[in-house]
């Protein structure tokens, strides 16, 4: 049970390393490492999925495996959606507080449970719609300063672009749950970086900042631990029961906010950290009964 928590939280670690040094490049009154280069979002997409595409091309050729898998419909689904989400995700890094930009990425697995329901008539419960309320309730809390404020620093469209990053997950989720049973994970983990990296190749060719120094270094560690966080995820949830470690997962929003408020002097109200707080009890809640009821759904 501990190896398992240790492996989630050592990947919640190491998904805000990714997302720190992403709000690092596309900042630059950042006081960290002075004097860097300010990195459009579909850039960092470009590069990290170039990482991604050496690691996993290299693993598949190990294994001897089909690059292109079986199911390629919902593969290229996945890719696609996958894409999408980050590429907004990380403009919300750049335009949002780091705290409120991961909170909202969390949302991701309600709009991964809506989704399931609708394509695979996944049966809501009582317990999963009361968490998805709160998450709600949670969000309006984030947003209410860019509404009541005119001083407010949080923009209301990069809140919505944050929900739709989400949205897209949330696809991307439910794709990886239809694939799973007839493709390799290493197929799956490939088809991202795959559809990402000609079209952010091609927008690279208008809008391209060329990397100097130290930011290949910083360059070359989104894309590294994005497989590290990955792995150790995996190895988490195959290590210990998904309901003990599931609550682990969140514990990247403490460093966002902790960080954001230290070293990018992102200080929030205590409306916005009230909403923070319900959006991840009502991710946390949702998670863990939907996981609990698909392994009792398997047994029975």
Same mark, same amino acid.
């Given at each position: 049970?501990?190896?398992?928590?240790?492996?989630?939280?050592? *990947?919640?670690? *190491?998904?805000?390393?990714?997302?720190?040094?992403?709000?690092?490049?596309?900042?630059?009154?950042?006081?960290?490492?002075?004097?860097?280069?300010?990195?459009?979002?579909?850039?960092?997409?470009?590069?990290?999925?170039?990482?991604?595409?050496?690691?996993?091309?290299?693993?598949?050729?190990?294994?001897?495996?089909?690059?292109?898998?079986?199911?390629?419909?919902?593969?290229?689904?996945?890719? *696609?959606?996958?894409?999408?989400?980050?590429?907004?995700?990380?403009?919300?890094?750049?335009?949002?507080?780091?705290?409120?930009?991961?909170?909202?990425?969390?949302?991701?697995?309600?709009?991964?449970?809506?989704?399931? &329901? &609708?394509?695979?008539?996944?049966?809501?419960?009582?317990? &999963?719609?009361?968490?998805?309320?709160?998450?709600?309730?949670?969000?309006?809390?984030?947003?209410?300063?860019?509404?009541?404020?005119?001083?407010?620093?949080?923009?209301?469209?990069?809140?919505?672009?944050?929900?739709?990053?989400?949205?897209?997950?949330?696809?991307?989720?439910?794709?990886?749950?239809?694939?799973?049973?007839?493709?390799?994970?290493?197929?799956?983990?490939?088809?991202?970086?795959?559809?990402?990296?000609?079209?952010?190749?091609?927008?690279?060719?208008?809008?391209?900042?060329?990397?100097?120094?130290?930011?290949?270094?910083?360059?070359?560690?989104?894309?590294?631990?994005?497989?590290?966080?990955?792995?150790?995820?995996?190895?988490?949830?195959?290590?210990?029961?998904?309901?003990?470690?599931?609550?682990? &997962?969140?514990?990247?929003?403490?460093?966002?906010?902790?960080?954001?408020?230290?070293?990018?002097?992102?200080?929030?109200?205590?409306?916005?950290?009230?909403?923070?707080?319900?959006?991840?009890?009502?991710?946390?809640?949702?998670?863990?009964?939907?996981?609990?009821?698909?392994?009792?759904?398997?047994?029975?």
């Amino acid at each position: 049970m501990i190896r398992g928590i240790v492996y989630m939280i050592l *990947s919640g670690l *190491s998904f805000f390393v990714i997302n720190f040094f992403v709000k690092i490049l596309g900042n630059p009154a950042q006081p960290i490492i002075p004097n860097l280069q300010t990195y459009p979002a579909h850039e960092l997409v470009f590069f990290r999925s170039l990482v991604s595409f050496v690691i996993s091309a290299f693993i598949i050729k190990q294994k001897g495996l089909n690059l292109f898998g079986n199911n390629r419909r919902w593969l290229f689904l996945r890719g *696609s959606a996958g894409m999408v989400a980050l590429t907004i995700f990380f403009l919300t890094l750049h335009k949002l507080p780091l705290a409120i930009a991961s909170t909202l990425q969390y949302l991701s697995p309600i709009f991964t449970v809506l989704i399931a &329901q &609708q394509l695979f008539k996944e049966k809501v419960t009582p317990v &999963q719609i009361m968490s998805s309320f709160l998450a709600f309730i949670g969000v309006l809390f984030i947003g209410a300063p860019s509404l009541l404020e005119t001083n407010s620093t949080i923009d209301p469209f990069w809140l919505v672009m944050g929900i739709i990053s989400a949205l897209f997950s949330g696809i991307a989720y439910n794709a990886i749950g239809k694939l799973k049973k007839t493709e390799e994970p290493i197929n799956i983990v490939i088809y991202f970086p795959m559809i990402a990296l000609p079209i952010t190749g091609v927008w690279c060719l208008f809008d391209f900042t060329v990397p100097v120094g130290i930011e290949w270094l910083l360059l070359l560690i989104i894309g590294i631990f994005t497989q590290i966080a990955q792995i150790l995820m995996t190895k988490a949830f195959l290590a210990t029961e998904t309901a003990i470690v599931a609550p682990f &997962q969140y514990i990247g929003a403490i460093y966002a906010l902790l960080s954001g408020w230290f070293i990018f002097d992102e200080s929030l109200g205590l409306i916005p950290v009230t909403g923070i707080t319900l959006v991840l009890i009502g991710v946390l809640i949702g998670t863990i009964f939907r996981k609990k009821k698909l392994a009792s759904t398997k047994i029975s």
